[in-house]
């Protein structure tokens, strides 16, 4: 898993401050993580980019008070809105990674069951990822880094 870079906040520095410094920082670790999620060759990339989310809702949730409340809550809608459907792909992703398992521990009569269902969430895995497309292109836009960045 990505581990959040450290942020030094000084007790005695403003609340905006702190805020101001600390955002663009879980901001681009988001967006650090699309690329990997593009490549959909390791299921920790989708995982460690739904960790960067939650961080950054959690950073704009605590600082709420330190933003203009338009622009504060424009963000964080867009964040949610990014990611919300990355559950789904996540969920096929762990999923997969059980049933292959399972199919290397199967008897011989359960495998073609095992094989038939991995088959097919594999199928949806691919249709899962492709839907996530605009969703990354959203985030990965320079645009989205340029809106917090004015927060």
């Known amino acids: 898993m990505a581990k959040a870079r450290a942020v030094r906040v000084d007790p005695d520095e403003p609340f905006g401050e702190a805020a ?15 690329p990997g999620v593009r490549r959909a060759d390791d299921i920790e990339h989708l995982h460690d980019l739904r960790v960067a989310a939650r961080r950054l809702r959690a950073v704009l949730e605590v600082f709420e008070g330190a933003f203009p409340k338009k622009q504060h809550a424009a963000i964080l809608r867009e964040v949610k809105q990014h ?18 398992r399972f199919l290397e521990a199967s008897a011989a009569g359960e495998r073609p069951g095992v094989e038939w269902l991995v088959a097919t969430l594999r199928a949806d895995r691919a249709t899962a990822y492709g839907r996530l497309a605009p969703d990354l292109d959203a985030l990965e836009d320079d645009g989205f880094l340029a809106r917090v960045d004015r927060l």
Do not use: H, W
Not at 20 to 34: I, K, M, S, T, Y
Not at 84 to 91: F, I, K, L, S, T
């Open 20 to 34: 101001r410094r600390v955002l663009p920082v879980r901001a681009r670790e988001l967006v650090e993580q699309v």
């Open 83 to 100: 990611t919300e459907r990355m559950g789904d792909a996540r969920d096929l992703d762990v999923q997969l990674e059980f049933l292959e």
